[in-house]
């Protein structure tokens, strides 16, 4: 009797257990709503007046907060806290490993008399100092240089997580090594948006507008995931190591019938995103929309726009809740780009737009963009960030996951365009032209032709979901960021990019305005010139046709279709540029940054190259070995019986494929074991990582084609694997 392997128990007992889950709490989510968070609420109730007023100045003006100040809001934040029933606190930051980082520390001191009090001061709150060696650094800092520091950012919430049974509350903060260089994503990120604030308000400024104090980048990331059984994710070292099968045979159903995609969701599904959703609620994170993707086992979760750092944070938030919230469920979250190939990867679109103090959206067109001047201004400087530095936009997404993604015709190719739709394009042509063309913007509306359905009014633009950077009405939506990426490197590189192209346009305008010009009457001086240079960059047609991508190198567009590929580029000029000129990163930080990210790609691939070499034949060739020995003794089982097959036999035939398939597998595994142990002593980042890609990468998919060959033919009772079929059809 056949022995049974721990993937065939795992389907058995699946069959035969009832659905069951845990149930969200029953509490409207007007009443949840943030209230896990200290919010503007809480502070009113529990801070002096003064206290208040000063430090909503910081959260809505960046007025730097006093020490005295900080006692107070201190020693507020621990009471509420502690009344909530926590008993830690801890300094949350996101280091450069692309995930986030805490340590916890107890309110209690102790004091002279052998007692204990809970102790959260100022100091604490400003402060705090974690290992700094111990994180990427970029040569920053040693592996004997361990000091860095935390400090609170007051300008995102201050929240509680619940763990274990206690809730510990988090202090959102950047993090500094001891010279007082950037370790974090968050640094960079809130230097560009005091960039691209300084630079909206020029171009307000410019437009007579006095009442605006700032202006900030609002984001809305649209996170794409996906949903297996645990068990059969335990399985998969492959899945759980590096995020994405390693090996596996298509399934005989993928995505092709699209019927999974806005289906139906089923009820344990379901009641895991209604859990997610009640948990990010409490943390003031406005989840909204909720449906299943393209392909099968995967979803979507978008929230509402928020101020880029605040979307940052709860981003990181989202994807730790639904990682966490996954495993009571008895299921697992899978955040890479491609977990699975042969079916759509997973992507974080960026919905990117400009707001102001007064709450208008500067990205916003209004009923006659050819006379809403400023608006134009924003655009060209959109235009020109994504054209001039597009190479920065690139590195904002580069990764090992992402580049299995980018280019497939499910993603944005790595050619960098933007999409404006046919109207806006004749609206820049016009206003390049010097008319007035009202024309130009057409509005209208669909009649369904059904009696009791009212005309249905219909957008300026189609949507072009093909496009990398597309306008979608009053906003622009960057397609390229990875799910499993922070959307602050991108944000970071979006915002440098368009303050560096406002400073450029601006300048213009300023100079324009000098000889006496009304401002309108410069903005059509100073525009078509910056239209006219930046048109190239505008392509509304498909970007996954092949022949964009001659039409792109026409253009003179960047095709940087890989990791190394764009960070090879980013001590280019331009793309110091972007980060130096407002002070965005110091020379020394975008060097180390580099460093960073290189070896990030390594690391990634490094992993999954040990995987294959590994489960290829700590997994694989036994069984296969096995079923080749099984099949030779068929052969000369069927020979002694007499049987007169030839050559032509079946059991001949699957002797001989499953014998090249075996020889195959070991002479590559063979060739990755030479190949990757040469690749790790090569000292120089760059070339390592070059050679990974080029030589590693392609071994890895040789490998694979044996093993899912292999897959196809073997007993499917003795496969160690779960297949595609069990992790995507559960």
């Given at each position: 009797?056949?022995?049974?392997?721990?993937?065939?128990?795992?389907?058995?007992?699946?069959?035969?257990?009832?659905?069951?889950?845990?149930?969200?709490?029953?509490?409207?989510?007007?009443?949840?709503?943030?209230?896990?968070?200290?919010?503007?609420?809480?502070?009113?109730?529990?801070?002096?007046?003064?206290?208040?007023?000063?430090?909503?100045?910081?959260?809505?003006?960046?007025?730097?907060?006093?020490?005295?100040?900080?006692?107070?809001?201190?020693?507020?934040?621990?009471?509420?806290?502690?009344?909530?029933?926590?008993?830690?606190?801890?300094?949350?930051?996101?280091?450069?490993?692309?995930?986030?980082?805490?340590?916890?520390?107890?309110?209690?001191?102790?004091?002279?008399?052998?007692?204990?009090?809970?102790?959260?001061?100022?100091?604490?709150?400003?402060?705090?100092?974690?290992?700094?060696?111990?994180?990427?650094?970029?040569?920053?800092?040693?592996?004997?240089?361990?000091?860095?520091?935390?400090?609170?950012?007051?300008?995102?919430?201050?929240?509680?997580?619940?763990?274990?049974?206690?809730?510990?509350?988090?202090?959102?903060?950047?993090?500094?090594?001891?010279?007082?260089?950037?370790?974090?994503?968050?640094?960079?990120?809130?230097?560009?948006?005091?960039?691209?604030?300084?630079?909206?308000?020029?171009?307000?400024?410019?437009?007579?507008?006095?009442?605006?104090?700032?202006?900030?980048?609002?984001?809305?990331?649209?996170?794409?995931?996906?949903?297996?059984?645990?068990?059969?994710?335990?399985?998969?070292?492959?899945?759980?190591?590096?995020g994405r099968t390693l090996f596996g045979a298509s399934a005989a159903k993928g995505q092709e019938l699209e019927d999974h995609y806005f289906g139906a969701i089923t009820p344990r599904n379901l009641a895991f995103m209604s859990e997610v959703e009640h948990r990010l609620w409490a943390l003031g994170i406005p989840a909204r929309t909720r449906h299943n993707e393209v392909a099968p086992a995967q979803f979507e979760l978008a929230p509402l726009y928020e101020h880029v750092n605040i979307a940052v944070d709860h981003n990181m938030l989202v994807l730790k809740i639904m990682r966490d919230t996954a495993a009571e469920f008895g299921l697992a979250c899978l955040l890479h780009e491609k977990p699975f190939a042969g079916v759509n990867g997973s992507g974080k679109h960026n919905n990117w737009s400009l707001c102001d103090s007064e709450g208008r959206n500067l990205t916003d067109p209004g009923p006659t963009p050819w006379n809403n001047s400023q608006f134009m201004v924003f655009l060209a400087a959109v235009l020109r960030a994504v054209h001039i530095y597009s190479v920065p936009l690139r590195i904002g997404v580069t990764g090992a996951g992402n580049d299995h993604r980018l280019g497939a015709n499910e993603a944005p190719p790595a050619i960098?365009?933007?999409?404006?739709?046919?109207?806006?394009?004749?609206?820049?042509?016009?206003?390049?032209?010097?008319?007035?063309?009202?024309?130009?913007?057409?509005?209208?509306?669909?009649?369904?032709?059904?009696?009791?359905?009212?005309?249905?009014?219909?957008?300026?633009?189609?949507?072009?979901?093909?496009?990398?950077?597309?306008?979608?009405?009053?906003?622009?939506?960057?397609?390229?960021?990875?799910?499993?990426?922070?959307?602050?490197?991108?944000?970071?590189?979006?915002?440098?990019?368009?303050?560096?192209?406002?400073?450029?346009?601006?300048?213009?305008?300023?100079?324009?305005?000098?000889?006496?010009?009304?401002?309108?009457?410069?903005?059509?001086?100073?525009?078509?010139?910056?239209?006219?240079?930046?048109?190239?960059?505008?392509?509304?047609?498909?970007?996954?046709?092949?022949?964009?991508?001659?039409?792109?190198?026409?253009?003179?567009?960047?095709?940087?279709?890989?990791?190394?590929?764009?960070?090879?580029?980013?001590?280019?000029?331009?793309?110091?540029d972007v980060f130096l000129r407002h002070g965005i990163l110091s020379d020394r930080e975008l060097v180390a940054r580099q460093e960073v990210l290189l070896e990030n790609y390594i690391k990634v691939c490094m992993v999954e190259t040990k995987l294959v070499r590994t489960m290829g034949r700590s997994s694989i060739l036994p069984v296969a070995l096995d079923s080749l020995g099984k099949a030779a003794n068929l052969v000369n089982s069927v020979k002694a019986a007499g049987a007169v097959s030839g050559t032509d036999g079946p059991e001949k035939k699957l002797y001989e494929k499953l014998s090249v398939l075996c020889s195959t597998l070991y002479q590559d595994l063979d060739t990755l074991d030479e190949k990757s142990e040469k690749v790790e002593e090569i000292e120089n980042v760059l070339e390592k990582a070059t050679k990974v890609r080029d030589i590693l990468l392609p071994l890895l998919v040789k490998v694979r084609e044996s093993v899912d060959a292999l897959e196809l033919i073997i007993d499917d009772n003795r496969w160690p694997l779960p297949k595609y079929t069990e992790l995507l059809w559960q």
């Open positions: 009797m056949t022995k049974s392997i721990p993937r065939v128990s795992v389907k058995a007992h699946i069959a035969q257990t009832p659905n069951g889950f845990p149930i969200s709490e029953n509490i409207p989510p007007t009443e949840l709503f943030g209230r896990d968070i200290f919010s503007l609420k809480i502070m009113r109730e529990r801070l002096p007046k003064s206290v208040y007023d000063r430090l909503l100045a910081t959260i809505e003006n960046d007025f730097p907060i006093t020490s005295a100040d900080a006692d107070v809001i201190a020693s507020a934040m621990k009471d509420w806290a502690i009344e909530r029933g926590a008993t830690h606190f801890t300094h949350w930051f996101q280091p450069l490993t692309g995930l986030t980082a805490e340590k916890h520390d107890a309110f209690l001191t102790p004091t002279h008399h052998g007692e204990i009090i809970n102790e959260f001061s100022g100091k604490m709150l400003v402060k705090g100092e974690p290992d700094a060696s111990s994180f990427p650094s970029g040569g920053i800092r040693s592996t004997f240089e361990a000091r860095g520091y935390t400090a609170w950012d007051p300008t995102s919430p201050v929240f509680l997580l619940k763990s274990g049974g206690d809730f510990t509350l988090y202090v959102p903060s950047i993090f500094l090594s001891h010279t007082g260089e950037a370790l974090d994503v968050k640094t960079p990120l809130l230097r560009s948006q005091e960039a691209v604030s300084r630079q909206s308000l020029r171009v307000l400024k410019f437009f007579g507008d006095t009442k605006a104090t700032r202006v900030r980048a609002m984001v809305g990331p649209e996170q794409e995931y996906f949903l297996v059984d645990r068990r059969f994710y335990s399985l998969r070292p492959d899945l759980i190591q590096a960098l365009s933007v999409f404006l739709g046919e109207q806006l394009t004749d609206v820049i042509k016009a206003y390049s032209e010097g008319k007035d063309d009202t024309e130009t913007w057409r509005t209208g509306s669909m009649a369904p032709g059904i009696t009791a359905l009212a005309p249905l009014a219909r957008d300026v633009t189609d949507r072009n979901r093909t496009s990398p950077f597309a306008f979608t009405g009053n906003k622009f939506e960057f397609r390229a960021v990875g799910s499993s990426q922070s959307i602050a490197p991108a944000n970071i590189a979006l915002n440098a990019a368009v303050a560096c192209a406002l400073d450029d346009i601006c300048s213009e305008l300023e100079k324009a305005a000098a000889s006496g010009i009304d401002p309108k009457t410069a903005a059509h001086q100073v525009l078509p010139k910056f239209f006219a240079q930046h048109l190239p960059v505008i392509f509304n047609g498909n970007n996954y046709d092949p022949e964009w991508e001659v039409e792109a190198e026409k253009r003179k567009l960047w095709n940087l279709k890989d990791s190394v590929s764009a960070l090879s580029h980013y001590t280019d000029d331009t793309v110091k």
